[in-house]
């Protein structure tokens, strides 16, 4: 590990011109690590097996890439390239728009991309997509109030709930794959004690919850947390509309 007095040099500081033979590139290396770590998770993501992935020895990936930590740092900000960047409005009355579509596009990622949700938990990565994410995110938070430390907060918030709410998503489909179980068989398979629980009487809001309570769908639930947190933006925020 660096020493504080000897910071490490970060990938987007160094010469990444092609080195090596043609057919094999920053780019295909990359692509073959997101393929995998999509399907597999970043458990599987060692050197090795990419240089398998894409038909070279492990000592050719080191001619591009100096090992896995910046791997996953390439496959970041290659992500955060996915979809093409809102092309900035004028109106500064559409930032809760814009900010609901960022935390879509968010979410969107986060599920196509599962490993992503814990990377983008911990220290922000610093490429030239992500910043360039972050820039806009801030922009548009920036119609909503000329102070950048609370247009910062509100870009974090909005990145707190999104990692949030996904998080749970990942976690019942992780379930199914542990399980073998869908939601549904799974409540099936709980439906003897829960309804034994129910018969004591002893939780009746539980019960409501249990008996009366519909059942919406992640999408649903996420755009309901939206749109309080948006509310509760504006109110903060000293928004009129």
Not at 111 to 117: D, N
Request: hydrophobic letters at 40%; one cysteine or more; charged letters at 25%.
């Amino acid at each position: 590990m660096p020493s504080p007095q000897q910071p490490a040099t970060l990938v987007w500081m160094r010469d990444r011109a092609r080195v090596g033979r043609p057919a094999l590139s920053e780019e295909k290396i990359v692509r073959a690590a997101i393929h995998l770590a999509d399907t597999e998770g970043l458990d599987a993501l060692t050197m090795r097996r990419i240089a398998t992935e894409v038909g070279t020895g492990t000592t050719s990936l080191y001619r591009h890439i100096t090992g896995r930590d910046e791997l996953v740092e390439l496959m970041v900000d290659a992500v955060y390239d996915d979809e093409p960047l809102p092309q900035p409005t004028a109106e500064a009355a559409d930032w809760r728009e814009q900010l609901a579509t960022i935390a879509r596009d968010f979410r969107a990622s986060l599920l196509r991309h599962p490993w992503l949700a814990q990377q983008a938990s911990q220290r922000p990565a610093l490429g030239p997509n992500v910043i360039a994410r972050a820039d806009h995110a801030l922009g548009v938070a920036g119609r909503a109030t000329d102070d950048p430390t609370r247009a910062s907060m509100v870009v974090d918030t909005l990145n707190t709930y999104v990692l949030g709410a996904v998080g749970t998503e990942l976690a019942e489909l992780q379930a199914q794959r542990s399980t073998g179980l869908t939601k549904k068989e799974w409540r099936t398979s709980v439906g003897a004690y829960v309804r034994q629980v129910v018969d004591s009487g002893r939780h009746p809001h539980f019960n409501r919850r249990i008996l009366e309570a519909g059942h919406p769908d992640a999408e649903a639930r996420f755009e309901f947390g939206l749109g309080c947190l948006l509310d509760g933006l504006s109110r903060a925020l000293g928004d009129p509309a």
